[in-house]
Every structure is written in C-alpha cells, then in structure tokens.
C-alpha cells in the first residue's frame, strides 16, 4: 500500500512580522510534519509582492509558494494578519487544502481598530521605541532577550509600503461573502489576555462566519504573539488539527 503524502503546516505569520516567528513551534512539529514558513511581501526578507498588497494579492502570492513547493496536503497557518490571508485562499477551494488554523486571526470583517490607533500605528514605522512599545503591548507572557530581539528586528525590517498597506487597506478589507466558500476544517486558538483581538473578537467576528462546530481554543495568560509566547500549545493544537484532517 502506497505511503500517504507528509501534511505540511504553512505558517503565515502577523503584521510587521516574518516567517522565522513559527521557528520554536516548528521545532515542536518536525519531523512528524513538514513546515514551511515564508515571508511575506514587504515583510522580513521577502521583496514587494508582484501584485501588490491586497489580500488577495497576499494569497495570490501564498498560492504561487504552495505550488512551487509541490504540496499535495497541507495546512494553513495563519496568525494575525495572516489569518485573514489564509481564509482569502481556503475560500478558493485550492487542490490539496486539508485545513486552516487560525492563530489570533485577523477577521474576514474589518479589523476593529480606532482611528486613533491607526493613526498612531501609521506614525511609529521605522521607531525602535515605539517598536519596544508596541512588543509590551501585544505581549503577555515573558520572552527570552533573543526573541523580543528578532520581534523588534522583524519590525524595523517591515518596508513601509507593507506597512501602510495593512493598515490603511488590507485590516479593512472585507472578506465575509466568501467565507460561505471555505468548505475545509478550521480551528482557532486565542490568548485570553491579547490586546489587539480579545477572544471577544473571534467569537463574534470570525467563528460565525467559518464551518459549523469550529472550535474557538484559548491560551490562558497569554498575548497576541502566540508562536513566541506560548509555543507548546501552538503546537499541541497543531498536532490535534493534524491527525484529524490527515
């Protein structure tokens, strides 16, 4: 009997953030499943996406990486930002899908975030102060000197282009019409003390709109930037979402 083809997780990482956020959580999964972990345009090491920085450009951009790769069976991750490039995808319907997890996903609806924020957002690009703040503000859990380091890096490295972006548009956008179309299992995990979407959030903005029986799993103590603050759950959650897609 043939072997089945190994489930790939790939991670989408957050705003102002890079692939190498998932390494501790990756560490945790291989080699029982593959793990890819691009950057995204504008982000990290990754140049300007080719069709600009929609999300439907992002998830033009995350296709093009699968494809390359050759994945048969796979998994999105998408955290944050990168939740809401994810969902773009699974809406449609891509050979191989077998499931989204979603870790503090940005909504398919628009971002709830005030003017003030925005605004506020918009003015700290390429601040290591303000990059130091918004780290405290997004974080729960203690972290190591070495990845508050590679959070702060990955933050100045954003090119501003991504930057705005984001936060002018692609928090926006608004996703909900297709979210009938995402027809693959999906899961989400949540820190219960995350200042940038409470559970709150995907509770009322995310899960209604996401297959029935979706689970809404929470991380007690911790923040937004789960791959960094609580990687062992990350993972356990992971593994679970594997065996059952698999």
């Known amino acids: 009997m043939p072997k089945a083809t190994p489930l790939t997780f790939v991670y989408l990482h957050y705003w102002a953030g890079s692939g190498g956020a998932f390494q501790d959580v990756a560490e945790r999964l291989t080699p029982e499943y593959a793990v890819l972990a691009p950057d995204l345009g504008g982000f990290g090491a990754a140049l300007a996406p080719a069709g600009g920085y929609t999300v439907d450009a992002y998830a033009d951009e995350v296709a093009t990486f699968v494809a390359a790769q050759g994945l048969q069976r796979y998994v999105l991750v998408g955290h944050s930002m990168g939740g809401k490039i994810a969902l773009a995808l699974a809406a449609r319907q891509p050979a191989g899908l077998r499931g989204v997890a979603l870790l503090s996903p940005s909504p398919p609806t628009p971002e709830p975030m005030t003017d003030a924020d925005r605004k506020a957002s918009l003015q700290a690009w390429g601040k290591r102060t303000e990059a130091k703040k918004t ?105 679970a979402f594997g065996e059952k897609v698999h």
Do not use: F
């Not at 911790?222 to 993972?235: F, N, S």
């Open 135 to 239: 780290l405290r503000h997004i974080t729960a859990r203690p972290l190591t000197a070495a990845a508050e380091e590679h959070i702060l890096a990955d933050n100045l490295r954003t090119s501003k282009a991504a930057w705005e972006a984001w936060l002018l548009h692609g928090s926006r956008e608004n996703l909900a019409g297709r979210m009938c179309e995402v027809r693959v299992p999906c899961t989400i995990l949540a820190g219960d003390q995350d200042a940038v979407m409470s559970p709150s959030v995907h509770g009322l903005e995310t899960l209604p709109l996401l297959p029935e029986g979706t689970p809404l799993e929470i991380v007690s103590g911790a923040g937004h930037l789960l791959p960094y603050e609580a990687p062992e759950e990350v993972a356990a959650l992971l593994r």
